[in-house]
């Protein structure tokens, strides 16, 4: 083989192996991308449970705690602002509010003795409690595969192949600073 031929194998191998890369780097954005929305369906999903119970939860702890209004107008009015939000930032926000309210809500059963033990109540307690864990898990799974999408997103040659897959930075589901104190209520 001459000289010529060996330069055209070459150049001919040097680029199939650069669109090879490049499709790899294509398709492991696009891969990470799907991943983060796959991740941010199962968060969803646990919200969602959350939000079925809570009515369940809140009818409960009426038949106890009628005056407590406000208690349950901040339940209300964090559950409408979930669905209302149009992006994760504002669900996560909503979905913090809701956290410090239903801690309001719990925390009501040491001022009614009587619906520590109401069956009802610590069954959707219970089942509430559970769910809250499966969201923390969710959340940081989310947040890991958030993390390692940006990580592709910010660096080379990841940048390069996420700008031209059309992938861009995920948000992380953070819970504003306000938001992660302990609730105090007082009677």
Known sequence: MGK???????????????????????NK???????????WAQVENQLK?????IPNLVETVKGYAAQEKSVFLGIAEARKAYFQAQDVAGRARAAGVLETALSRLLLLQERYPELKSNENFLKLQDSLEGTENRISVERKRYNDLVRDLNSYVKTFPGMVFARWAGVSEAQYF?????????PKVRF
């Open 49 to 53: 449970r959350r939000y079925d119970l």
């Open 174 to 182: 953070d819970i504003p600073e306000a938001e992660k104190e302990t």
């Open 4 to 26: 010529t031929a060996r330069v055209i194998v070459g150049v001919a191998f040097v680029v199939i192996l650069a669109v090879v890369f490049a499709v790899s780097g294509f």
């Open 29 to 39: 954005a696009r891969r990470m991308n799907e991943a983060v929305n796959a991740q």
